[in-house]
């Protein structure tokens, strides 16, 4: 198992928070977050970790865009998703982006059983047996999520306690109970699927996002039915259905909106021209993208791409006044 290595680990503190004899570790070695959970958080863009595998963990970009590969599936990790991955996941994570910020908690077995226990037993009966933690650890579908406004808020908590300012273990707590709502959340989903078998339901759950995931990591790619019907190991008919049943809507319209939203993304932060932009989302013709984005945010590419261009020369002559001779 590889470890992560200083760079791979992110500048900033290393070491650990400790308030009230409770010790949360920062960007510690990969043998010590195995054991003990912790929290990674790093800004060093450009980096490749071949591969670990620790406990229960929540990946998050606050800035840029990280790829964690699990097997043979790709999760492109943005600051509108999140990546949840099971307790001893092997993966490995790469990242391209050179502005970018990092906040992974990982939450140690012991602690995530006693979670799940407290959920499950009255405050009486934990009283009365406080080291009897034999609740099983949550199996996630790790797949990309998007945060709710509470995972989020519980998330820039921890960020801010691990660089002093308030209680890092509280916040790191507050944060793993918002984690297994999401795994009750999810189980409700499952449930709610058109399958007669339990084991069919989250089987289909799981290989619909796998599909999913793969669209957001591929934008430029061949995104047709038949190909993502063979990522998910479907047939293209019980594919699409499954794909609608799960999503809530079908894959060609999700494949346009996740386009359309990247393109939209670009043209703000990226000085490119339109023509590149369509290139790089995988759209097939200039002028269909033109006309579905104009429909969809009710401006054309290129005003947006003009009105941020002249935002952007604004702020730098704004800059350059400010600085004295």
């Known amino acids: 198992m590889a470890l992560p290595s200083t760079r791979e680990r992110g ?45 229960l963990s929540l990946k998050m970009m606050l800035r840029g865009r990280g790829r964690w590969r699990t097997g043979t599936t790709e999760h492109l990790v943005t600051p509108g998703s999140v990546l949840i991955l099971n307790a001893g996941q092997h993966y490995s994570l790469t990242i391209e982006d050179e502005d970018i910020e990092t906040l992974c908690p990982f939450f140690a077995d012991a602690l995530v059983r006693e979670a799940v226990r407290a959920r499950r037993l009255d405050l009486g009966a934990l009283l009365d047996r406080p ?10 579908v790790e797949r ?23 209680e890092a273990h509280d916040a790191l707590l507050r944060l793993l109970d918002r984690v297994l709502l999401e795994f009750v959340d999810e189980r409700e989903r ?34 047709c039915l038949d ?3 063979r990522v998910a190991a479907l047939s293209s008919y019980h594919f699409h259905r499954s794909f609608r049943a799960v999503v809530g809507t079908t894959p060609a319209r999700y494949v346009s909106e996740q386009r359309l ?29 033109s006309t579905a984005f104009k429909r969809r945010f009710g401006v054309s590419p290129a005003r947006v791409r003009d009105a941020n261009s002249q935002a952007r020369r604004s702020a730098e002559k704004g800059a350059r006044s400010t600085v004295g001779p």
């Open 261 to 289: 939203l990247r393109a939209h993304e670009l043209l703000r932060a990226r000085e490119l021209a339109v023509s590149e932009v369509v290139f790089e989302v995988g759209w097939s013709s200039l002028g269909s993208f």
């Open 11 to 55: 500048e900033g503190y290393n070491g650990a928070v400790t308030q009230a004899g409770r010790r949360v570790l920062v960007n510690p070695s990969g043998a010590a977050l195995a054991c003990h959970g912790g929290v990674m958080s790093g800004r060093v863009g450009r980096y490749h970790m071949p591969g670990y595998a620790g406990p």
């Open 144 to 166: 990309l999520r998007q945060p709710s406004l509470d995972l989020l808020a519980d998330a820039q908590r921890l960020r801010r306690a691990i660089q002093g300012e308030g």
């Open 190 to 223: 499952i449930a709610e699927l058109p399958a007669a078998r339990a084991a069919t339901r989250e089987e289909l759950y799981r290989r619909v996002h796998r599909a999913r995931d793969y669209i957001h990591a591929t934008l430029d790619g061949d995104l």
């Open 131 to 140: 080291r009897d933690v034999d609740a099983r650890t949550p199996e996630f």
């Open 227 to 229: 190909t993502l019907a």
